[in-house]
């Protein structure tokens, strides 16, 4: 950490807090998430070396780039290095919209919708599922830029499907609140989720207690969206929450969906594919000899 300037914290969890940091190598700013190894479960460590192995593998403009990660032998923390979104996360925005009482631009609305699903493309390309794609881990610049992070409990999928019930219940998927397996269709759900919450201010699916939001999400009966939007925004949610995965989009169909299409064109500097041809997983992620004792 003696490389690092702590400028202020950014947030934390149970396990780990986020750093807003400067690198006194290049002066440059980071954020620096800590997670403290001791006490954690075996799956718990593989989860912070998993968040390492994918964000290390996945080059895209729209996901959250991974810079480095070091261990802190004297207090067993892996510290993982990655860019820092100068305008938060989405859930901030959302928040300080309900606050000033407005609702967010339509076509900031789509910007930030067309990267999130460029952004979720460069995951299901490399078979990984994020999972837990949620507000508050879309991070936001301000060149205007959105883009995917917080891959703590992303899994590469084995054959395709996952099986373990993980996530935010707001925006689970029917099949994971049902504890059927599921797939890449699962995070386009939550997709939807967020961005029907994003225009209208609030999640689709609410309730007073756990059964009546498993209700609720199983039938995937949600509100219009305020008459402010076009009946194209509505259509795109609507593609996206269906309640049979089968019937929900990839994010290569969404991209190539007419209405979508319409508003990449508009928006030509959001449309560059990704930065690396390079689709290809790491295997695994050295780390220190001494960290074995750790894990």
Same mark, same amino acid.
């Given at each position: ?5 702590? !400028? ?43 968040? %390492? ?24 923390? #892996? ?9 938060? +996360? ?22 930030? /919708? !067309? ?7 460069? #995951?299901? +390309? ?56 599921? +797939? ?9 989720? %967020? ?9 689709? /699916? ?23 939007? $076009? ?17 929900? &989009? $990839? ?6 969906? &007419? ?7 508009? /928006? ?12 290809? #997983?790491?295997?695994? !992620?050295?780390? &220190? ?7």
């Amino acid at each position: 950490m003696e490389g690092f300037e702590i !400028i202020e914290k950014l947030g934390d969890g149970a396990y780990s807090i986020v750093y807003k940091v400067k690198r006194k190598e290049d002066s440059n700013i980071y954020a620096l998430k800590k997670v403290k190894l001791k006490g954690l479960s075996d799956k718990e460590k593989q989860n912070a070396l998993n968040e %390492v192995r994918i964000l290390a593998s996945v080059k895209s403009p729209f996901v959250i780039s991974y810079k480095e990660a070091f261990i802190e032998e004297e207090t067993e923390t #892996l510290c993982i290095v990655m860019e820092y979104a100068d305008k938060g +996360d989405l859930y901030q925005k959302i928040v300080h919209l309900k606050k000033i009482g407005c609702l967010i631009e339509e076509i900031d609305a789509w910007k930030i /919708f !067309i990267q999130m699903v460029r952004g979720l493309k460069s #995951l299901h +390309d490399l078979k990984i599922l994020h999972r837990d794609l949620k507000s508050a881990n879309i991070f936001l610049f301000s060149d205007g830029t959105a883009k995917i992070g917080d891959l703590n409990v992303s899994k590469v999928a084995q054959k395709g499907l996952g099986y373990t019930q993980t996530g935010t219940p707001y925006y689970a998927s029917p099949e994971v609140w049902k504890d059927k397996p599921y +797939d890449n269709k699962s995070d386009v759900w939550s997709l939807g989720c %967020v961005l029907y919450e994003m225009i209208t201010l609030r999640p689709p /699916f609410r309730a007073q207690n756990m059964e009546g939001l498993y209700n609720k999400v199983c039938k995937g009966q949600f509100s219009r969206i305020p008459d402010k939007f $076009s009946d194209d925004l509505f259509k795109v949610v609507q593609f996206l929450l269906q309640v049979n995965p089968i019937s929900r &989009p $990839s994010c290569e169909q969404i991209l190539n969906y &007419p209405i979508v299409q319409k508003r990449i064109e508009y /928006f030509k500097s959001f449309a560059g594919e990704e930065e690396s041809e390079d689709k290809c #997983l790491l295997k695994t !992620i050295h780390m &220190p000899k001494k960290f074995i004792i750790f894990i």
